[in-house]
Each structure stands twice: as C-alpha cells, then as structure tokens.
T-cell receptor, first 115, second 115 residues
C-alpha cells in the first residue's frame, strides 16, 4: 500500500485566499483524522471521520475551517479565508476500527504558509 | 481531560551513549495506549514504540525501550547506543483504547546526537 497520501506537500498563499488540503487514506481504513502542528500549540486534533461521517470537530478553530469526506478514499480540509496564523503543518492520519490497537498511520503532512 | 507533558524541550547525547526522554500524563481512564513518535526534519511522524496500559511489561523495540510507571503516570523513552540518525523531535502521545480515539501529544523533546 502507498500509505496515506497528502497533497500538496507545500502551499504558500496570501492572506484572504482559499486553501484546500487533500488526503487519501489507506485503502480499507474507516477512520480519518486531521491534525495540525504549530509552534505555539503543538500537535492537536482538528476533526475526525468514521465511515465518511464527521464524529468530532471540536478542534476546528473557527468557521473559516471546514472538512469533508465525500467518499472512503478522499478528504479535504478547507480554509476560507486564510490568515497568517493558519500557517502550520497539517497532517492526515487513518486507521481501521476492525482490530486493536487501532494504529494511526500518518501522511507526510502539508506545510502551509500564509503571507 | 487527558494531558501529556514533556518537561525537556531539548536533550543532547553523545553518539553510542544512552539517553532517556521523560514524559508524564494525566488520565482517569484505565484502558489506554502510550506512544513515542519520532519526527525528523522531513516532518514524517514515525512510530517508535507503543505501550498498552494493561501490560506490566515494558515495551522494547531494538535500541528503544520504555519505563512505564502506571501509578506514577510516567512513560520515559530510553535510547541505547545512540546513532546520528536518532537526532529528531520526539513526541510522547496518549490515546484511549477505543475505536477512533484521538492522539494527545506532548510538546516534544528535540534530541541532538553529537559525533
């Protein structure tokens, strides 16, 4: 398997622009997680899905952030409008709920810079 | 709420020597997992070692071992025979033993290895 795939790997955009981050989970995994890594707050969960349904979005910072999972093999995290404080590394991770220990496999991350 | 604390922002070790990274956590749950992740400059999150809370035996993976003290809520990582490739950021993480359990990370310890 190719592992969790994220695109783009790097994104530089100007304040106010819309940004879309993409994730393809490992085939057969039914849980998908979006984490954000910043210097100030470290690594934190933004949202996670089970069978394409959002289960916990309590970590989503504000209404400018939205996430979707239209099918089992694709998810997006959108920021509109983007702000400089959104600059961070965004990770996607997936796992299967079929067997413990429900290991989460991380993608390579997307480094977002908002100028 | 569960929390994870790493009190050592930076550590340094001489090549071939042994180093121990500290981690404490807080939870009222009885079933959970603890992890150490390695993040090299490539940003990839690499699972180093996992400990199930119900297991009394400390986990070991080659040169990496943990000292799990459940009552004290302590989970340290020992790296033996340190190698230059061990230089990275190390994150301690907690997860409840449930499907879809989110990872809660510490702030990280940056390990440097001196030749």
């Amino acid at each position: 398997d190719a592992g969790v795939i994220q695109s783009p790997r790097h994104e530089v955009t100007e304040m106010g622009q819309e940004v879309t981050l993409r994730c393809k989970p490992i085939s057969g995994h039914d849980y998908l997680f979006w984490y954000r890594q910043t210097m100030m707050r470290g690594l934190e969960l933004l949202i996670y899905f089970n069978n394409n349904v959002p289960i916990d979005d309590s970590g989503m910072p504000e209404d400018r952030f939205s996430a979707k999972m239209p099918n089992a093999s694709f998810s997006t995290l959108k920021i509109q409008p983007s702000e400089p404080r959104d600059s961070a590394v965004y990770f996607c991770a997936s796992t299967t709920g079929d067997r413990a220990p429900y290991e989460q496999y991380f993608g390579p991350g997307t480094r977002l810079t908002v100028t | 709420a569960q929390t994870v604390t790493q009190s050592q922002p930076e550590m340094s070790v001489q090549e071939a020597e042994t180093v121990t990274l500290s981690c404490t956590y807080d939870t009222s749950e009885s079933d959970y997992y603890l992890f150490w992740y390695k993040q090299p400059p490539s940003r990839q999150m690499i699972l180093v070692i996992r400990q199930e809370a119900y297991k009394q035996q400390n986990a070991t993976e080659n040169r990496f071992s943990v000292n799990f003290q459940k009552a004290a809520k302590s989970f340290s990582l020992k790296i033996s025979d340190s190698q230059l490739g061990d230089a990275a950021m190390y994150f301690c993480a907690y997860r409840r033993d449930i499907r879809g359990g989110k990872l809660i990370f510490g702030q990280g310890t940056e390990l440097s290895v001196k030749p």
